[in-house]
């Protein structure tokens, strides 16, 4: 079993940022990839990105050269820096980690960025 806990979303006008955190019950380095997903209404959950338990990294082309996903192991802790924020980031945020093939998910945390 893993649990996780998102934190960080809010409000942000556009041009702004935020970091969010998920914090993992487990160490996460022993957690094959761990990831960050976001939805909005009416929408399939997109992957927005990806970290692997060897340090590689994956970013939908979206966020690309805007979001940064990063983990500190003594925290067991996974964040994504987000940058230069859009309207169209707006959406539930949520952390997924794959261990032993089998999927654990964040309650989700909000980020509503206004134009």
């Known amino acids: 079993q893993v649990q996780l806990v998102e934190s960080g979303g809010g409000l942000v006008q556009a041009g702004g940022s935020l970091r969010l955190s998920c914090a993992a019950s487990?160490?996460?380095?022993?957690?094959?990839?761990i990831s960050w997903y976001r939805q909005t209404p009416g929408k399939q959950r997109e992957l927005v990105a990806t970290?692997?338990?060897?340090?590689?990294?994956n970013y939908a082309d979206s966020v690309k050269g805007r979001f940064t996903i990063s983990r500190d192991n003594a925290k067991n802790t996974v964040y994504l820096q987000m940058n230069s924020l859009k309207p169209e980031d707006t959406a539930v945020y949520y952390c997924?980690?794959?261990?032993?093939?089998?999927?654990?998910w964040g309650q989700g945390t909000q980020v509503t960025v206004s134009a």
């Open positions: 487990i160490r996460i380095f022993s957690i094959n990839a």
């Open positions: 997924n980690a794959l261990h032993y093939r089998l999927d654990y």
């Open positions: 970290i692997t338990s060897g340090g590689s990294t």
